[in-house]
Nanobody, 122 residues
Framework: VQLQASGGGSVQAGGSLGLSCVASGRFFINSAVGWFRQAPGKEREFVAA???????KYSDSVKGRFTISRDNAKDTVYLQMNSLKPEDTAVYYCAASYEGSMPTVAGPYKYWGQGTQVTVSS
């Protein structure tokens, strides 16, 4: 099982970026997929997650600005990030879990992508 994250880059504050997470293997349709991020010197933090019945959860820091979605036919989860702020700068990781409750901590997520850098300048 592998996850491949892509779509990071550099943008000015107020701008937008879209991330994609493509999964291999048939497990995807039964998994919850989350996005986490980690800034230098900080702990990895939960951003958003979506499960196989399209329940969605967001962290308070991104609610109203980020949108998570999934396309099971393409084994892909997306994270659309709008109104980006400098504090959104981090490496973003996608991860998959079989727990439909969409945990907001990293531990229950068994599979992780390699991370993609998002940099927001002021």
């Amino acid at each position: 099982v592998q996850l491949q994250a892509s779509g990071g880059g550099s943008v000015q504050a107020g701008g937008s970026l879209g991330l994609s997470c493509v999964a291999s293997g048939r497990f995807f349709i039964n998994s919850a997929v989350g996005w986490f991020r980690q800034a230098p010197g900080k702990e990895r933090e939960f951003v958003a997650a979506v499960n196989w019945i399209y329940n969605i959860k967001y962290s308070d820091s991104v609610k109203g600005r980020f949108t998570i979605s999934r396309d099971n036919a393409k084994d892909t989860v997306y994270l659309q990030m709008n109104s980006l702020k400098p504090e959104d700068t981090a490496v973003y990781y996608c991860a998959a879990s079989y727990e439909g409750s969409m945990p907001t901590v990293a531990g229950p997520y068994k599979y992780w992508g390699q991370g993609t850098q998002v940099t927001v300048s002021s």
